[in-house]
């Protein structure tokens, strides 16, 4: 190879290199960006998680047993609490019923 092949590929491989490190750095993060403060069944209510790090506002992210996730406010709300609770009793439950059963539905196994 001419001396100048061999300073093309090693700046080639740098700036793939250098590419490749800013791409894996920007995960993207799923965010509520307004919350709705009108009470849902708990009934409806499969899963949630707690949104705080990393987004502007913080809320309750709710997760349907269709997978469809609802942005609520945070557990300072009443009934939000209400439906965290359930939903801790109910994923109890099903893993003691290994997922079996029609309350089971939607509840995925931790």
């Known amino acids: 190879m001419t001396p ?12 793939i290199i250098c590419c490749s490190t800013v791409t894996e750095a ?16 708990k ?12 987004c502007s506002i913080d809320a309750t ?7 469809l996730k609802l942005c609520a406010p945070t557990k300072e709300e009443k009934w939000v609490e209400d439906v965290m609770t359930h939903v801790d009793h109910l994923k ?6 290994n997922y079996q059963g029609n309350r089971c539905f939607g509840v995925k196994p931790e």
């Open 26 to 41: 920007q995960v993207p993060v799923d965010c509520c960006l307004l919350v709705a403060n009108k009470p849902i069944s």
């Open 4 to 15: 100048f092949g061999d300073a093309k590929l090693f700046f080639c491989i740098v700036f």
């Open 43 to 54: 009934k409806l209510i499969a899963d949630y998680r707690e949104q705080n790090q990393g």
């Open 92 to 97: 109890k439950k099903c893993k003691k019923e």
């Open 61 to 67: 992210i709710l997760v349907t047993r269709r997978g």
